[in-house]
């Protein structure tokens, strides 16, 4: 049984008695601990898929499974918007905190776990600030370290960096990545950019244009090296994406 498991997903949306397949035939294998990326072109069906696996969408037909579980049984899946979804009358820490508390988290425990996740998101001298006061890229930190402090197993995320500048989306991608290496994520990240898929996804799925399915799974070995971008073989891994993907747009 692989972690991920998804056998002939298909998604319509009704839309005045009509019919609109957005997902068809998806099939997709992810193994515990691994990162997944998609990548595709607009439109055709990425959060879809996302928003089905993160059970915000039980409208499907087809197999569905976390863990052998499907999607409204699976409790450790944590979904990371683009949108960041911040409290704006709380500060970072209680931002932070706000799932702790809602899971009635003790006091010293739930201190303790707030401190260690603002460290490692680098955001800690930003902890009495307010979501107003910080930039898009902070904004984004505050977000991560927010599910990630409730301990997730699967960890989605939909286009997570895309509105970030490229000096910004490189550390944060480096961020994730040693978050990945220190705990047992499973992580499945939307991209619509093609380093990025080469630099995080041991598995990329490229999908097609609407209806949305799974054209070409690659396994990708270049993944998680902090020095592969620039090398030879990260080029070349990117330009046969891109070759993919034109075919698709
Ligand atoms: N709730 C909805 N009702 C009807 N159509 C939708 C809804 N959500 C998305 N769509 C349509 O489904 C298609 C796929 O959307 P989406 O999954 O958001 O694509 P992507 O994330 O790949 O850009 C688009 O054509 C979009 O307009
Ligand atoms: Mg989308």
């Known amino acids: 049984m692989t972690y991920l498991d998804i056998e002939s997903l298909q998604v319509d949306y009704r839309q005045k008695n009509k019919k609109h397949n957005v997902l068809f035939d998806v099939n997709l294998q992810l193994p515990q601990g691994e990162i997944g990326v998609i990548i595709g ?68 425990d739930s201190k303790m776990r707030n401190q260690a996740i603002l460290n490692k998101m680098r955001i800690a001298d930003l902890k009495k600030r307010y979501p107003a006061q910080l930039s898009g890229g902070q904004k984004q930190r505050v977000a991560i370290a927010r599910s990630l402090v409730l301990e997730p197993e699967l ?21 994730l990545l040693h978050l ?54 990260f080029l070349e891994m990117c330009n046969t994406l891109r070759s993919y993907l034109r075919k698709e747009n």
């Open 41 to 108: 072109p607009s439109g055709c069906g990425k959060s879809t898929l996302l928003n089905v696996l993160a059970n915000l969408n039980q409208d499907y037909q087809g197999r569905v499974n976390i863990n052998g579980q499907l999607p409204i049984e699976h409790k450790g899946t944590a979904l990371i918007l683009q949108d960041y979804g911040l409290l704006p009358w709380k500060n970072v820490w209680n931002n932070i905190k706000l799932g702790l508390d809602i899971r009635k988290v003790s006091k010293e």
């Open 155 to 175: 960890l989605l995320m939909d286009e997570p960096f895309s509105s970030l500048d490229a000096l910004n989306r490189e550390e944060m991608q480096d961020i």
């Open 180 to 233: 990945w290496q220190e705990t047992n994520l499973t992580i499945l990240l939307i991209t619509h950019n093609i380093e990025e898929a080469v630099f995080l996804g041991q598995k990329i799925f490229v999908m097609s244009a609407c209806p949305g399915t799974i054209i070409k799974t690659f396994d990708n070995d270049i993944a998680g090296d902090y020095s592969s971008r620039g090398k030879v073989e």
